[in-house]
């Protein structure tokens, strides 16, 4: 696989780094992104507050509005793309979501079932009772 | 003004502490005055201190690692005639002493002799082996070491002012909360961790980096020696998992400064949080360790069998489900603490998947033996002695992640020797390999064999004369960190260990004359080759100790083992050909950020531990003024002129030359 895929090492980018652009597409990329986010978070806070949407609703309308916010920041500040000089970036961020849903989904389960099996001694009583 | 600091703070009325530090305190004194009647000072500020050469850094790593292991190794002494004379009596350690002497042995082995060692030898081979100039980032490498210099010095600063934790090495809360520990130990030990960790953090970036973005012509990832991926597999982990230790020590910090509620018993606190974090940490951790120590092997295996490493590609594979398994097995360290059968089975059974790919690696190494023609060199002995030992800690290990099993063997003496098994038999095995492997390398001259079998052989035999005792009084029910005891049955044990611990001290005294003797006799060892042991990677293709830019051309790569096949291209082809161009090579200038960083780190970390609020504020304004003095620099590059590369070049290429005709008129 290696040898047809030859492209020398190093000749990928660094994080943020974007050869081809010009400065006016740079800035433009960020006031984009700055509209975005600031668009996105106005939603939010108008959404919370608001009765014009059925209540239940309210929760997952955030949550997709949270997410779409980690978008926005990655693709315009960040700069994670889909091209061939991305892998790393792209493969450091799957890493990272691993770790993160690994650690944070396990210490969740781990802490439901330890609240659950080993309550403090005076709940322990009460239910011998 | 020197918040809780007085004279109190010296322990007047111990004399071991006071007399192990006047030791230390007149041996460093003897060096630092040796130094300066010598006039070695500026050189070694100009060339050590303010050094940004990566192969400086790793020596400087592993020079600290050895000093800390010295240290950690008498506190291992000290526990072991403790637990022989203290049956039905107190022994020679009051117990708050003894408490204190387990855990900084558990701290400075990990996170001062482990840590550094590894880091120092990937500091060290890793740009050579990817045919590069430099890491990433040079100077935040020096900043690396000095800040974890600065944790080692805190740590022993513990010794003679105030006190270190007596919680064990992993400062467990409610008994590391301020209500239950009081002194200042447990702020050494976190403060200490805090710092040392930047500097891993910092290692951990620079190298990822390193392997990701700094490779030569040809060398794309499958090309990579097995040393370079299990350095990015470990670094990976390290940036990856110690944000989780810094964080957890932060929530003990605030509990222990300000008042919060993190973990304490009360308020809502939650002891068993911590657990579960520190682990969350402490497993990938030991995979942070052991991983490199897998790469050191692979290379050493495969150079001393003459043969290229067998199954590269599942070797490869291996390591990196080790570093992704490693994120789902942590719950196995407090399998006691209760959380019920549905989630002890699934942590036991990735804990017992985890030795799959492991187990994979031995077998390669084995098949990599496999026909090859093996020099039993002492390189090759730890790796041998490593397979050995490993395998039984490993089966230990698995033994231990049977949750029915490890509700007996938890705490016990039998987890003692387990992690020491694979620790031990396992990571300093590596680090002592690689040690003998890349020593010539980084210095021009190999080390003496008769003094590095010697150190083998009893550092083999003492570890098990150690060990396998304390099995089995783990077995017999000993439990772990015991000041006394009353139990007959375990008295034998504890002596047959404590004269293992002997032969083990053997082992170390070997291992210093070893170095000594090879000084002496430096002309008589001197490696003008650059390649002593036929090696396979690019670090063999330059000169030892190489040139400060490392190759005076960017080796162009065409397969794995990228120097055995130059050198097999050479023996067909005639090594005669045009005299190559050479060009201006750019190297990073040497700058002081890093020690001046780690003084300020140092003072700051002090005052903290002291409560001494003003001095914080200097420690915090100087470090800070610091990273804008470098950030705000000008040059930071210097030139070495074409001319002058081509000099050095040409004596190696003489050197070598001369040595190959000889070979060939032999």
């Known amino acids: 696989m290696s040898d047809q895929t030859h492209m020398p090492a190093g000749h990928d980018l660094a994080p943020g780094d974007e050869e081809q652009h010009s400065v006016g597409a740079r800035i433009l990329g960020y006031v984009v992104g700055v509209v975005l986010a600031l668009l996105l978070t106005a939603t939010s806070f108008f959404i919370a507050g608001t009765d014009l949407v059925w209540q239940p609703s309210i929760p997952v309308a955030l949550i997709v509005l949270a997410i779409a916010q980690m978008g926005v920041h990655l693709v315009f500040f960040l700069h994670i793309t889909t091209g061939p000089d991305n892998t790393n970036n792209v493969l450091a961020l799957a890493f990272g979501l691993l770790v993160v849903f690994l650690v944070v989904g396990g210490t969740v389960w781990i802490m439901g079932h330890l609240n659950a099996n080993m309550p403090p001694m005076d709940q322990i009583m009460q239910m011998r009772r | ?666």
């Open chain 2, 1 to 666: 003004m020197l918040g809780k600091l007085d004279w109190s703070a010296i322990p007047f009325d111990q004399p071991i502490p006071l007399i192990a530090g006047a030791v230390v305190l007149v041996g460093i004194l003897a060096v630092l005055i040796w130094v300066v009647v010598k006039g070695h000072l500026p050189y070694l500020w100009h060339e050590w201190i303010t050094s940004v050469d990566h192969k400086r850094i790793g020596v400087m790593y592993i020079l600290l690692a050895s000093v800390m292991l010295l240290r950690g190794g008498s506190d291992a002494i000290m526990m072991r005639i403790q637990q022989a004379v203290a049956y039905q009596s107190q022994g020679y350690l009051p117990p708050e002493h003894y408490n204190q002497i387990f855990s900084a042995h558990g701290t400075i082995m990990i996170f001062f002799v482990a840590m550094p060692f590894v880091i120092g030898l990937m500091n060290l081979v890793v740009p050579l082996q990817l045919g590069v100039r430099d890491v990433a980032f040079p100077t935040l490498n020096s900043v690396g070491f000095w800040l974890t210099a600065t944790g080692a010095l805190l740590v022993n600063l513990s010794l003679v002012i105030g006190e270190f934790a007596r919680t064990g090495w992993l400062a467990f809360p409610p008994l590391s909360e301020l209500s239950y520990s009081p002194g200042v130990g447990v702020d050494y030990y976190a403060w200490s961790l805090q710092i040392s960790g930047v500097g891993t953090l910092v290692a951990g970036i620079n190298l990822v980096t390193t392997v990701l973005k700094l490779r030569t012509k040809g060398m794309n990832y499958l090309r990579m020696p097995m040393f370079c991926w299990t350095t990015l597999a470990s670094n990976l982990l390290i940036v990856a998992a110690f944000p989780i230790l810094t964080a957890t020590l932060a929530m003990l910090l605030l509990d222990r400064y300000l008042g919060f509620h993190f973990f304490t018993n009360e308020a809502g606190g939650n002891v068993m949080m911590f657990m579960n974090l520190i682990w969350a940490w402490g497993h990938p951790e030991v995979y942070i360790l052991v991983l490199p120590a897998f790469g050191i092997f692979s290379e050493v295996v495969s150079t001393f069998s003459g043969k290229a490493l067998f199954g590269y590609r599942s070797m490869v594979l291996a390591t990196m489900a080790i570093c992704i398994i490693s994120f789902m097995v942590w719950l196995h360290h407090f399998f006691t603490m209760g959380a019920g059968p549905d989630v002890n089975a699934i942590f036991g059974i990735a804990s017992m998947i985890i030795a799959i790919p492991t187990g994979v690696k031995i077998y390669n190494w084995l098949f990599t033996m496999y026909g090859g023609r093996i020099r039993f060199e002492t390189p090759m002995l730890w790796s041998i002695g490593f397979m050995v030992t490993f395998i039984v800690g490993g089966l230990t290990g698995v033994l231990l992640a049977v949750p029915p099993a490890d509700f007996m063997l938890h705490n016990s003496m039998f987890l003692v020797a387990h992690f020491h098994n694979v620790i031990i038999g396992g990571v300093l095995f590596g680090a002592f390999a690689g040690f003998e492997y890349w020593f010539p390398k980084a210095f021009g001259f190999r080390l003496d064999e008769r003094w590095g079998k010697l150190a083998f052989w009893f550092t083999f035999l003492g570890f098990f004369i150690t060990f396998v005792p304390l099995y089995i009084a783990g077995m017999l029910g000993m439990t772990r960190r015991m000041q006394h005891y009353d139990v007959a049955a375990w008295r034998p044990w504890m002596i047959v260990a404590a004269v293992g611990m002997a032969v083990l001290t053997i082992g170390v005294i070997c291992q210093i004359m070893q170095i000594v003797v090879s000084i002496r006799n430096r002309e008589a060892l001197r490696d003008r080759t650059g390649d002593p042991w036929d090696g396979r990677s690019l670090e063999w293709a330059t000169s030892s100790p190489p040139p400060v830019f490392n190759f005076a051309f960017d080796p162009d790569v065409r397969g794995e083992d990228a120097y055995w096949d130059l050198k097999a291209h050479a023996k067909r082809q005639s090594l005669e050909h045009e005299p190559p161009e050479y060009h201006d090579i750019e190297m990073p200038r040497n700058s002081p950020t890093g020690f001046v960083c780690a003084f300020f780190a140092t003072i700051m970390g002090f005052a903290l531990i002291w409560h001494i609020w003003w001095m914080v504020i200097l420690g915090g304004l100087g470090a800070w003024a610091t990273f804008v003095v470098f950030a705000w620099r000008d040059h930071d590059e210097y030139v070495i002129p074409a001319d002058e590369v081509a000099r050095i070049d040409r004596v190696s290429i003489e050197d070598r030359r001369n040595l190959v005709s000889m070979a060939g008129s032999v």
